[in-house]
C-alpha cells in the first residue's frame, strides 16, 4: 500500500478548523468530557448538543447548526428521555438530534462502519458518546495501548469528515484542578490521544443556580482555558465570567507538550525552541511527565530526552 506524504508548504497552508461553537469547540476536534460520576456533564453535553441541533446559542456561544448524533449506550431510552423533557425551546426550529440506545463499538469497524454511514448520511455535525466504556471492548483503559486504540479511528472519522466528537467519560478520581494535575480517568493516553479534554466539576447548588468550572485542555492555544458556567437548570447553562481565564503558565504548558508529542527532544532543547525561561521549562516538564503525557524515550550521555506516548504500529481491528 502506497504511503501518502504531504509537503512542508502545503501542510503550513493548510486553514485552521472552523468553529462548531465559536471560541470553544473546534470542528474535527475529539473532545473528551470528563467528570466524577453524577456531576452532571450528561446534562451538560445535552444543552451542548441541543444548541448545535437547532443553531442556537450555547450558554451564550454562537453555533453553526448542525445534526447530532447522539449514542446513548448507559441511560436507558426512558431515561434520556426524562433529559429531553426538560428543553424549552426558544424558537420554533425542530433540532435534527438523533438517538440511539443500541450498542455500538467505536473500536470495531463494524462499529465504525455504522456511525460512519450516519454521519454521511445525515450530514451530522457533532457526535456524542456517552459513556465511553460502553462504546469499546471490555478490556483495561488503564492499559496504554488499549486507551489509544478506543479513541484512534473515531478519530480520523473526525479529521476526515469535519465532525466534532464529544466522548462522556467516568473520572476514577478528580485530582487537583485548582493546579492543572487533571487527571483522566485511568490513563493519561486519553488525554494525549485526543484533540481536546475537559474536565468538569462544580460546587454544591448554592440558592437557584450552580456554579460549574470547566478547565480545558487541547491542541491549540485557543482551546486552553478554564471556563465558569452558572446553571439554573438540567439544560440551563451561561457563561459567568464572559473573559474565560488563560494564564501564561497554561500557554507555556499547551506549547511544550505539542513539541514534545511532535519529536523527541532534551530540556535544554525544548528551552532552545520555545524561548521560555528554563526553570519554567523544566518545572513544565517535570509536571507532564508526571502526569504520564510525556515519557523518558531515552538517556545519552546522562541527559534526558523526552517525547510523546509510543504510537500504535499496525491497524487495529
Not at 12 to 23: F, M, T
Not at 68 to 84: I, K, M, P
Not at 151 to 160: A, F, N
Not at 233 to 261: N, W
Amino acid at each position: 500500500m502506497e504511503q501518502t506524504f504531504v509537503p512542508f508548504d502545503q501542510m503550513q497552508s493548510l486553514p485552521e478548523p472552523g468553529w462548531l461553537i465559536e471560541g470553544f469547540l473546534p470542528k474535527g476536534y475529539l473532545a473528551i468530557l470528563a467528570s466524577a460520576p453524577k456531576m452532571g456533564k450528561t446534562c451538560f453535553a445535552t444543552a451542548l448538543a441541543l444548541a448545535v441541533s437547532t443553531g442556537e446559542p450555547f450558554a451564550g456561544m454562537k453555533t453553526e447548526q448542525a445534526a447530532v448524533l447522539w449514542c446513548c449506550l448507559e441511560e436507558s431510552s426512558s431515561e434520556r428521555a426524562l433529559v429531553l423533557r426538560q428543553y424549552k425551546p426558544t424558537s420554533d426550529k425542530v433540532p435534527e438530534f438523533l438517538t440511539t440506545t443500541e450498542p455500538l463499538r467505536i473500536d470495531h469497524p463494524i462499529g465504525l462502519s455504522v456511525l460512519y454511514d450516519q454521519i454521511v448520511r445525515c450530514k451530522a455535525g457533532l457526535i456524542v458518546i456517552d459513556p465511553l466504556y460502553a462504546a469499546v471492548g471490555g478490556y483495561s483503559l488503564g492499559e496504554n495501548h488499549n486507551a489509544r486504540r478506543a479513541l484512534t479511528h473515531i478519530k480520523k472519522i473526525c479529521g476526515v469528515e469535519g465532525v466534532s466528537a464529544l466522548i462522556l467519560h467516568h473520572l476514577s478520581a478528580l485530582g487537583r484542578a485548582d493546579n492543572q494535575t487533571l487527571r483522566v480517568a485511568e490513563s493519561a493516553q486519553l488525554a494525549a490521544t485526543s484533540s481536546m479534554y475537559m474536565l468538569l466539576t462544580h460546587n454544591d447548588d448554592t440558592g437557584s443556580s450552580r456554579a460549574i468550572r470547566l478547565e480545558c485542555r487541547g491542541r491549540g492555544n485557543a482551546v486552553n482555558r478554564t471556563w465558569h458556567f452558572e446553571s439554573s437548570g438540567p439544560l440551563d447553562y451561561r457563561v459567568s465570567d464572559p473573559r474565560p481565564t488563560i494564564s501564561a503558565r497554561q500557554l507555556k504548558r499547551a506549547r511544550i507538550l505539542e513539541l514534545l508529542l511532535s519529536e523527541d527532544l532534551t530540556a535544554n532543547e525544548v528551552i532552545i525552541r520555545t524561548g521560555f525561561n528554563s526553570g519554567t521549562t523544566r518545572n513544565i516538564v517535570t509536571s507532564l511527565l508526571s502526569e504520564n503525557l510525556i515519557r523518558v524515550k531515552s538517556t545519552k550521555s546522562g541527559t534526558r530526552i523526552f517525547g510523546g506516548p509510543t504510537p500504535l504500529v499496525g491497524n487495529e481491528s
